[in-house]
């Protein structure tokens, strides 16, 4: 069975060695769609999912890193951060390849709103690439609404396109 939580430090290094793992399959799917698709380097995905990525990201910038485990293994994670008093943002959302379509991001995505909706946060936004098809049905079926589409600096340099979703909670 799923259990979802708030992840501790260890659970973090723990997180962090795994995603750090799978992207290095650069056929996989993940790598395709998360790093691929964006032209993200690969020094910065190893930034990005480094332990002191997601323990300064708790730490420094008061995100939330909620875990989805069976038997304590990590099957995916939903990161969010206050936004202001009332609004929170999703700011990222994987679900690992051999839970992908069984309901474990649906139910990770409800137990992190439901968690924000008791921090006192009204509104969490979401952004997803505009060709990321599959993550915007995602959303979209999940009560987001579009607010906006904008092309904004990526980090790593370049242009990325970029849908804004909103949702009550």
Same mark, same amino acid.
């Given at each position: 069975?799923?259990?979802?939580?708030?992840?501790?430090?260890?659970?973090?290094?723990?997180?962090?060695?795994?995603?750090?793992?799978?992207?290095?399959?650069?056929?996989?799917?993940?790598?395709?769609?998360?790093?691929?698709?964006?032209?993200?380097?690969?020094?910065?995905?190893?930034?990005?999912?480094?332990?002191?990525?997601?323990?300064?990201?708790?730490? *420094?910038?008061?995100? !939330? =890193?909620? &875990?989805?485990?069976?038997?304590?293994?990590?099957? $995916?994670? %939903?990161?969010?951060?206050?936004?202001?008093?009332?609004?929170? *943002?999703?700011?990222? !959302? =994987?679900? &690992?390849?051999?839970?992908?379509?069984?309901?474990? $991001?649906? %139910?990770?995505?409800?137990?992190?709103?439901?968690?924000?909706?008791?921090?006192?946060?009204?509104?969490?936004?979401?952004?997803?690439?505009?060709?990321?098809?599959?993550?915007?049905?995602?959303?979209?079926?999940?009560?987001?609404?579009?607010?906006?589409?904008?092309?904004?600096?990526?980090?790593?340099?370049?242009?990325?396109?970029?849908?804004?979703?909103?949702?009550?909670?």
């Amino acid at each position: 069975m799923v259990r979802f939580k708030i992840a501790s430090e260890d659970e973090l290094r723990v997180l962090s060695r795994n995603l750090l793992r799978l992207m290095q399959d650069k056929s996989s799917q993940v790598y395709r769609d998360n790093v691929v698709k964006f032209g993200i380097p690969d020094d910065y995905v190893q930034k990005a999912f480094s332990e002191g990525s997601f323990l300064n990201a708790v730490r *420094e910038r008061e995100s !939330i =890193i909620y &875990l989805a485990t069976e038997n304590d293994d990590i099957r $995916g994670f %939903a990161q969010t951060y206050p936004q202001s008093d009332t609004t929170a *943002e999703l700011d990222r !959302i =994987i679900i &690992l390849p051999d839970y992908i379509r069984k309901g474990v $991001g649906t %139910a990770l995505l409800n137990a992190a709103l439901e968690d924000q909706k008791t921090r006192g946060f009204r509104k969490i936004i979401v952004n997803a690439g505009s060709g990321e098809s599959h993550a915007r049905r995602f959303y979209e079926k999940n009560g987001f609404k579009q607010l906006s589409e904008t092309e904004v600096d990526a980090p790593w340099g370049g242009k990325i396109s970029l849908v804004t979703y909103e949702r009550d909670l």
